[in-house]
């Protein structure tokens, strides 16, 4: 649709610039250019001067005729300008102005001739929305006010309200009415075609009653072939399924008794076209011939002219039912075969028949007992595992409402079962609604509710470890082994956080002290400086391990004793035993003096902790120089080192099997120097208190070899 736009706009006489502007739609409005301002309803303040002017013919100015394009084109260009000066947004209320009627309706807005109610003009204006239903300017009850606008805003029934509040109420009351109309129409037509529909169940069975001709078709194939008709998808799968089988049914009921009518039919035609029973017995001299025989002779009368050319011979379907069939008229007794039809009683080919049918329905109905018996088997077991899972989940749901509950209602720390259930009681979530028995047993609910009372300990005493540890540290924050216990516990009395939080209630020091107290400040106190003092060992022997000074010296003077008792015990001399710098490097492990270590770990915080207690540390740090096994050093005469420490066996006659470390140059003089520097004093880097001078770490520089244990070529090792 094409843009609308002004196509004529005309001053109001006596206004300040205010001009009545007509659309290419047709559509009427009011705007004034100095303002932008525009209105689609008449303004209050120039309603007078409208009247007035609708009163009298409206009579336009014709431009005179330009005498050259160049004023033409100049004129076209002022109107444009004009245009454009009233923008879309300016000019009109709302942008979409092309859904205005297509054809030009009433440009003006007639004043109403006789004052109304308020009530009768939404009455009026109500109906005039009405009244465009089914009309091309029909009102969209889902669209907003100033989108709907534009489409009766020039009917003389608009201005039936006096206020734009007014028509806007009226409006948005209406479009909820028409709306509850519209649904009400929708669905009474719903149950109108449901009512006066065709059952879609008897359509599917007519579908499948045309379409479906053999039993072995299965219902996954009609599914994937018929979904997309109506009658199929408006039925559920199981419903469908059901159908399905009573057509199947019939089918198979169908077909019984079509075979049946066939069997019957060729026996007539074996009775019309071959002699009787007796006859063919006769001819074959036969008193009862076998099935084999009755076969060979079936291979003969088979060719008897006009047999096969009936229609009831190729009405039995299989060849072999044909040859069966002609087994019992063989075996028959009767001499005539008509007079057998003629009798009551079945002949042996109806009684065969009869009887194979028999069999087949009596298989079938077996099939069928035992597949529900199997169904119901699965059926039983899964509804007992969907029962197990439905308690499962109450009861899971059931101990997640009681902890929830514990959460909620016990915060304290030393209240005893039997009060908290006081607690408890009240609230709803300790019993199951409606008097329902509750899955969840008084055991259950005292073992939830001490786990309970276990986390909110735990709580407590690592609110009580943060007290203890701040105030076990020195002035320079240090952490104290060796401490006043009446001191630390007064300053933790005095703490804000002892003081404002349950931590009192949690000790039995508040005044309200619950009677089921279980412990005290002091037994907490002791019971973490306990836990402290076995971190603080542990720490420090894990240092010890960390440190490859202790470790080299110590594994060196255990390794000289253990050589020493290996020489005495072989009897031979220790210098034949012994390289000169071997016995150099055994000689400075029995050397090296504890003072001596203890400087390499001083400035350790594990090894300063222990300071109120030096001669446990001293002691602490001998065991660890002289252990009872050389740690790091294997023992096994199976494993063979790669470094510095190799299989001693055989060696000048020794039998024996122990390591020994490898004499060389390279590996010992470094050490030997060390040692002398570090024992005499003179060295340049160490000082006379056989302690570096410019350094807290006492280091010496090794070939990995030399220990054995990982170190880079030339590595620096100590503490």
């Not at 028509?167 to 009351?173: G, I, Q, S, W, Y």
């Not at 996954?220 to 018929?226: G, I, L, S």
């Not at 959460?407 to 039997?418: G, L, N, P, T, Y």
Request: aromatic share 6%; glycine share 4%.
């Amino acid at each position: 649709m094409e843009s609308e736009r002004p196509c004529e706009k005309v001053p109001i006489p006596g206004t300040d610039g205010w001009m009545r502007v007509t659309t290419t739609h047709g559509n009427v409005f009011y705007a004034q250019k100095k303002t932008k301002r525009s209105e689609w309803d008449v303004p209050e303040e120039i309603r007078d001067q409208v009247d007035a002017m609708q009163g009298r013919p409206m009579k336009r100015a014709k431009i005179a005729e330009p005498h050259d394009s160049r004023h033409t084109q100049i004129d076209t260009d002022e109107d444009e300008n004009e245009d454009q000066d009233l923008t879309p947004a300016e000019m009109f209320p709302h942008e979409d102005v092309e859904e205005a009627a297509s054809s030009p309706l009433t440009t003006a807005v007639p004043s109403m001739q006789t004052q109304l109610s308020l009530e009768e003009g939404r009455a009026l204006f109500m109906n005039m929305l009405t009244s465009l239903n089914g009309s091309p300017q029909e009102v969209n009850p889902m669209a907003p006010w100033d989108r709907e606008l534009v489409k009766f805003v020039h009917l003389p029934a608009y201005s039936a309200l006096p206020s734009t509040r007014d028509r806007e109420d009226a409006f948005n009351e209406w479009c909820k009415l028409r709306i509850r109309e519209n649904k009400q129409r929708k669905r009474r037509q719903s149950e109108s075609r449901e009512s006066n529909g065709p059952d879609p169940a008897r359509e599917l069975y007519s579908l499948f009653k045309h379409h479906v001709v053999s039993t072995r078709t299965s219902f996954e194939d009609v599914q994937r072939k018929y979904k997309s008709y109506a009658c199929f998808s408006q039925l559920s799968e199981q419903k469908a399924r059901e159908v399905f089988d009573q057509w199947m049914q019939e089918l198979q009921r169908i077909k019984r008794s079509l075979a049946q009518k066939a069997d019957d039919a060729f026996l007539r035609l074996l009775s019309e076209k071959l002699p009787t029973p007796a006859i063919l017995r006769g001819n074959a001299k036969l008193e009862m011939p076998t099935k084999q025989q009755a076969l060979d002779m079936w291979t003969t009368s088979k060719k008897t002219p006009g047999l096969v050319e009936d229609k009831r011979y190729d009405a039995v379907g299989s060849a072999t039912r044909r040859a069966e069939l002609f087994v019992s008229y063989v075996q028959s007794p009767s001499d005539t075969p008509t007079e057998h039809h003629s009798r009551t009683q079945p002949d042996p080919a109806n009684r065969s028949l009869d009887s194979s049918h028999d069999e087949a329905a009596a298989r079938q109905e077996r099939a069928l007992r035992q597949r529900q018996a199997q169904v119901r088997r699965e059926q039983g077991r899964l509804h007992g595992q969907n029962t197990a899972a439905r308690k499962d989940v109450v009861l899971e749901q059931r101990e997640l409402e009681f902890q929830q509950l514990l959460v909620d209602s016990v915060r304290d720390a030393c209240i005893a079962w039997e009060d908290a259930q006081t607690v408890l009681q009240r609230d709803e979530r300790y019993k199951p609604r409606d008097n329902a028995q509750d899955t969840l047993d008084d055991a259950s609910k005292r073992r939830f509710f001490d786990e309970h009372l276990q986390r909110l300990r735990r709580k407590k005493r690592d609110q009580l470890a943060q007290l203890f540890a701040k105030h076990v540290k020195d002035e320079h924050g240090r952490e104290q082994l060796k401490i006043d216990v009446d001191t630390v516990l007064a300053h933790v009395r005095s703490d804000d956080m002892f003081q404002h939080t349950s931590l009192k209630r949690f000790v039995g020091e508040d005044a309200g002290a619950h009677r089921s107290l279980f412990t005290t400040l002091e037994r907490e106190y002791q019971a973490w400086d306990r836990q402290r003092h076995e971190r603080a060992r542990a720490e420090f022997f894990e240092m010890l391990k960390e440190n490859a000074f202790v470790d080299f010296w110590g594994r060196l003077q255990k390794e000289k004793e253990q050589h020493a008792k290996d020489a005495d015990d072989i009897r031979i001399a220790e210098d034949d035993d012994m390289d000169p710098e071997e016995k150099s490097i055994y000689d400075m492990a029995s050397h090296v003096d504890i003072s001596e270590m203890e400087a390499v770990l001083r400035n350790d915080r594990r090894y300063r902790v222990f300071a109120h207690v030096p001669e446990q540390r001293t002691e602490w740090i001998k065991s660890k120089a002289k252990p009872n096994l050389v740690p790091g050093i294997p023992t096994n005469v199976a494993e063979l080192c790669t470094g510095a420490f190799v299989m001693h066996a055989g060696g000048r006659g020794i039998k024996e099997n122990r390591l020994r470390p490898v004499a060389s140059p390279r590996s010992v003089q470094p050490a030997l120097q060390f040692a002398a520097g570090a024992k005499s004093g003179t060295s340049s880097e160490v000082g006379a208190d056989n302690r570096p001078k410019n350094s807290d770490v006492l280091s010496i520089a090794l070939p990995s070899h030399v220990f054995g244990y990982g170190l880079g070529s030339d590595q620096t090792i100590g503490s």
